[in-house]
């Protein structure tokens, strides 16, 4: 028989290592037999197709926790285009609401020839505390106007807003 390196460094004949070679994969099977049963063979075939260095197992824990937060993250920038772009549908429909109430309070201005309206004349009323009344009344108009023009103004921040909204969710 020719002698392979590992025969000639241990001195064994290529019988006695053909031996040993049945010997450990009877015990190879045995083992395989024994431990099918409690899961350990699976455990050690997942180890082999697993990474096996701590560093490696911690890095692949890394990647995972990094990957989920990643895909979090993207949901919730999601849910806040979402809650965006239905706070900019609330806020145009309010406003178109009041666009509405403008237009008919500046018909209602118009028609007065814009001097300052008075829905109630305070030398109609009979006594001060009527005329008071009537102040009051004319008073919470003028505001109301004032307020109307704000809210013009407004709009059109809004309209800069959507712009940048829109600009914002084409970007993402």
Not at 59 to 87: G, M, P, T
Request: charged share 30%; aromatic share 2%.
């Amino acid at each position: 028989p020719i002698l392979g390196s590992s025969e000639a460094s241990s001195g064994e004949s290529s019988d006695d290592n053909n031996t040993g070679d049945l010997q450990l994969s009877t015990d190879i099977a045995d083992n395989a037999k024994a431990s099918t049963s409690s899961g350990v063979w699976r455990q050690e075939i997942s180890n082999l197709l697993t990474p096996q260095t701590v560093m490696e197992q911690a890095q692949v824990r890394r990647r995972k926790r990094n990957r989920e937060a990643a895909r979090r993250s993207r949901q919730r920038q999601k849910e806040r285009e979402r809650d965006l772009v239905e706070r900019q549908e609330q806020l145009t429909q309010r406003l178109k609401f009041l666009e509405k109430e403008l237009v008919e309070w500046r018909m209602i201005n118009s028609a007065s020839g814009n001097r300052e309206v008075r829905l109630v004349d305070p030398s109609d009323v009979r006594d001060s505390e009527d005329s008071t009344l009537a102040e009051n009344i004319n008073r919470v108009y003028n505001l109301t106007m004032e307020t109307l023009h704000i809210i013009g103004e407004l709009q059109l921040q809004l309209d800069e807003i959507t712009k940048e909204l829109h600009s914002m969710i084409q970007m993402t």
